[in-house]
């Protein structure tokens, strides 16, 4: 048996018809192993949709690991909920490896609570910034970090009047793109509505368009054609939207969150608000100022999807051979 070369991803996370950007990530993560030859079967629970379809996915976990769960390698999870389903439903000695996505611990006590949980029973963790284990009450030395990777192909800087031109967009307007959670409760869009605002009242007039619902090949000529993408939500992980638009070389600006700070850093079109209108307004007018040409191509160089998927790869082939080892040291004593 190779080392991890059957491998069980268990998310809750995975686009679908009506959210085809939800958990690129981890399809980005899957299509990339499979094309080295390795086999992966995919679970996912989609619990986004509805709540109920946890409790049918636990049901449907139980029966996949009773048929055939002692075929896989490892279980590669990607949500708390996950981890702890797996944990108790797995053919035992069958490693998880876990990582840790999940910017709502930042504002969310409950999801804290289970994410720490979850960090305890996995077998390898691996969180994708460092500002998470600090959430966790971890200490980052020591911690294994990979950051999930991007296209670095698709996401290329080109001209903003070419971009719109694609996109059947007028040239003189100043275009602000949201890149949207999706849900209310992971998002201050009123914060951004109200700096909008005060941007009309002293003469500007921007077009704001949020990202939510665009086909994931369109995404690259979104963020071309805009002036500037702007990310305000209450928690992060470290945020993909942000390394895209840092890929096409657009202006950022962004709360204070997750690992945007670190990845903005030295970067002279990325700006970082508070949390206040008078903030907001005053990052996004010299956003603005910059007309669409920004920096940071080479922050994410070395953040390509199939180089932190094959990272994540030797992660779990490594916790395989780890688990064995431990296994055949207990068989002799």
Known sequence: MSDAGKLLVFTNAYPYPGAATYGTYVSDQVAAWRATGVDVTLFFINGRKSRWNYLGGVLAWALAMARRGRQYDAIAVHHSYCCLIASCLRWPGIPIVYQVHEGTIHFSRVNRWLVRLAVRVADRVVYVSSNLPIMLGRSPEGATILPCGIDLERFQPMPRDEARRALGWALDEEVILYAAKERPAYERFDLLLEAVRRLAD????????????????????????????????????????????????????????????????????????????????????????????????????????????????????????????????????
């Open 202 to 333: 002293i003469g500007r007039h921007p077009h704001l368009l949020r990202l939510e619902g665009v086909e994931p090949d369109r995404v690259p000529l979104y963020l071309n054609a805009a002036d500037v993408l702007v990310l305000a939500s209450r928690g992060e992980g470290s945020p993909k939207i942000i390394k895209e638009a840092l890929a096409c070389e657009r202006p950022i600006v962004s709360l204070r969150v997750g690992s945007v700070p670190e990845m903005l850093e030295g970067v002279e079109s990325g700006f970082l608000a508070e949390v206040t209108p008078e903030d907001l307004t005053r990052q996004l007018l010299r956003a603005l100022a910059l007309e669409g040409r920004g920096m940071g191509r080479d922050r994410v160089l070395g953040l390509g999807a199939e180089r932190t998927s094959s990272a994540f790869l030797e992660i779990c082939r490594d916790t395989v051979r780890r688990k064995r080892g431990l296994r055949i040291v207990e068989a002799h004593k």
